[in-house]
Structures are given as C-alpha cells and as structure tokens.
C-alpha cells in the first residue's frame, strides 16, 4: 500500500494553463506539505495544511493554492504556468507532533 | 535565508571507505534533526534523527554526530557500499507546531565499487 501517492508522475504542460497535482496519504496524519525540488535538487516547502490551518510560505507566488477537500488529500493547484514553475513537487504528510515526514514519489512538472 | 547548510554539494568515495557529511544551523528553537535519503526517481525518505538531548546515534553503518553548542551535526556512513550512492538531505526543525522542517542543499554521494 503507497503511504503518500501523488497523481500525475509527469506533467508536461504549456505556458499559460492552469493545472493540478493531486496528493493522498493513507497513514492517518494531520498534516500535509508541499516542497518544490529545483534542478539543482534544494528541497523547499511551499506549504503545509494542519487541521483545515494553511500556513502559506510567503516567498510561493500567489498562482499556486493547495486545496484540502479533507485531511488525506491536500491537492495543488497551479495557474498561469510559467518556465520557472518547471521542477519535481513533492507532496509529503506528517502525524501531528512527529516530524518524520513521508514523500510521495513526485511529480515532475515540465512547462515548455 | 538558508536555515540549514549543508556540504559538500557532491561527494566519491571508494566501495568500503567513510562517507561525511555535515550540516550547520542558526536557529536554536529547532530540536528535531533528521537525515532523508533520496534515490533518483524516489521522494525522500527518512534514513535516520537525532534530539539535541544526545550527541550521537547509531544506525547499523549510519551514525549521527551531534555538536549543540557548535550548531552542526553530521551523517557518517561507514563502509560505503554503492548502493548508498544517493542523495542525501540533514533537515532541522521544531516538533511542535506547524512541523515545517527546513532541509539542507542536499549532497550527492557517489560510492565507486
């Protein structure tokens, strides 16, 4: 069973559209996240969701929001794609008040 | 701001020999220090954490090193195998809260058979 499953693995896209990534996690935690891996492999947080809380990082363009349907799925949702926007995202679930952080496997975002 | 640096960017050893990678930090809140483990491909996955109440923790080949008053702490892999060839990340953070761990650049560890 996939602890935290990320749906889809790649994502090529244009430009200009909007799109989504969708992130479960089966492990009964609290709390979601979303990093940003760059090209050069630096882990950086966007977000993280705890008990309907949304802490926003606030460096993270306003073009991306992460939804919370409930407390196992924390989606991410990007618009007006940019180049820069190209990078792995992770999503990642932690129990309340224990930092071992499960990943998903990512999702690799290609705007061209 | 980078809460947690991190060295070497990449690093070779030979199949047997001492992998060391060490890491630094500002904030004295954080009291929560993990090392993840990336395969090419993978998300992270934990490989093993320390508390500050202790200076050293031993997992089979992987042992953390802990200095508190220095702010640094370190991951020694001992005879290095090539299927440790990863990339390996030290994290910091605060276990109450938000837990938002803030991760260092990642080094890249390539051990030659």
């Known amino acids: 069973d996939t602890a935290v499953s990320q749906t889809p693995k790649y994502l090529v896209t244009q430009m200009g559209n909007d799109k989504s990534i969708k992130c479960e996690q089966n492990?009964?935690?609290?709390?979601m996240y979303w990093y940003k891996q760059d090209s050069k492999k630096f882990l950086k947080i966007m977000f993280s969701y705890n008990n309907k809380e949304l802490i926003i990082n606030e460096t993270v363009p306003n073009r991306f929001s992460p939804k919370s349907p409930d407390k196992a799925h924390l989606n991410l949702h990007i618009n007006s794609l940019e180049l820069g926007d190209s990078a792995v995202y992770f999503c990642a679930s932690t129990l309340a008040k224990n930092t071992e952080a499960f990943f998903g496997q990512g999702t690799r975002l290609t705007v061209v | 701001q980078q809460q947690v640096k991190q060295s070497p960017q990449s690093l070779i050893v030979q199949k047997g020999g001492i992998s060391i990678i060490n890491c630094a930090y500002e904030n004295t809140a954080f009291d929560y220090f993990p090392w993840y483990q990336q395969f090419p491909g993978k998300g992270p996955a934990l490989l093993i954490a320390i508390r500050p109440d202790v200076s050293e923790k031993k997992e089979g080949r992987f042992t953390i090193s802990f200095n508190k008053s220095a702010k640094q702490f370190s991951l020694h892999i001992m005879d290095s195998q090539p299927g440790d060839s990863a990339t390996y990340f030290c994290?910091?953070?605060?276990?109450?809260?938000?837990?938002?761990?803030?991760f260092g650049t990642g080094t890249r560890l390539t051990v030659i058979p």
């Open positions: 492990l009964g935690h609290d709390t």
């Open positions: 994290a910091a953070g605060v276990r109450t809260g938000a837990n938002n761990l803030f």
